[in-house]
């Protein structure tokens, strides 16, 4: 469900994130099936990805803090770009629920290569 509009950044229950993402995208829906008539059926919900190239422990843990906080209430607000829509305008998305942070090694104190998947996202 969209929430309303925010500001064009990345942010996790309305607190903008230390650090934005190197790079951030949806990700296409695989089909489920095809009904009767050859069309694609797809799932309600979308996902979306986020990368960044380098973290500091303080922002990799404000990133982690929002994946372990979220078993609290069961979800997090997302503020993410309006799926299909110009111009590039934030909504927050509710009920948006994070997967585990990933990092692919540690290098001069700083995790490289971290990413984040957002899923359960309903665009409808």
């Known amino acids: 469900m969209i929430t309303g509009t925010v500001f064009n950044v990345v942010s996790f229950n309305g607190t903008v994130l230390d650090s934005q993402p190197t790079e951030h995208g949806w ?6 099936g095809i009904d009767g008539n050859g069309i ?7 996902s979306y990805n ?6 500091d422990t303080d922002q990799f843990n ?18 993410l770009p309006q799926w299909n829509t110009t111009p590039y305008t934030f909504y927050a998305y509710s009920g948006t629920i994070l997967r585990e942070p990933e990092y692919k090694d540690w290098f001069q104190n700083y ?3 971290v990413r984040l998947m957002i899923v359960r996202i309903n665009t409808t």
């Not at 990700?27 to 489920?32: L, Q």
């Not at 694609?40 to 979308?46: F, S, V």
């Open 50 to 55: 986020l990368r960044w190239d380098f973290l």
């Open 62 to 79: 404000q990133i982690y803090a929002y994946f372990n906080a979220q078993g609290i209430t069961g979800s997090v607000v997302s503020s």
């Open 40 to 46: 694609a059926i797809y799932p309600q919900y979308r």
């Open 27 to 32: 990700n296409p829906k695989d089909t489920v």
């Open 111 to 113: 995790y490289t290569d």
